[in-house]
């Protein structure tokens, strides 16, 4: 979710300045070191008339089912308006993506915590049924 975040981050920035086919801008966006766990989403060359689809298919097996929907939404609406309503788009999504990253990251501490506590519970009783 983290490097989806700063692909969006990356897309914006790159919508404004540079006048990029869909295709092309996912391609950069999704290039660099940083970003190298999202290398699957850059289309083939064969696939650059549909790369937004191509790319909300190939999320579906790597995101949480709560975070889907709202990376599917993002890709759908990339290239469908000029330069200033595609900012305006990664601008929302990238608000929307944010939201959506604190939430879970505060998820995985307060489960994190739970699975500590279940683990010591858990050696605990091992301990109890081994004297």
Known sequence: MNALL???SRMKAMI???ALPV???IRQAAGGEDLECLSFLRPAPNEEENAAEVIINRLSGC???DDLPLAQE???G???TDVEGQTAHCELY???LREQYDKTAEMVKEKGKLYYS???LGAAMCVILLL
């Open 6 to 8: 700063k692909m969006v």
């Open 78 to 80: 990339l290239g469908r």
């Open 74 to 76: 993002f890709f759908a």
């Open 16 to 18: 404004r300045y540079q």
């Open 23 to 25: 295709a092309d801008l």
């Open 118 to 120: 279940l683990g010591g």
């Open 63 to 65: 995101l949480y089912p």
């Open 94 to 96: 990238e608000t929307l």
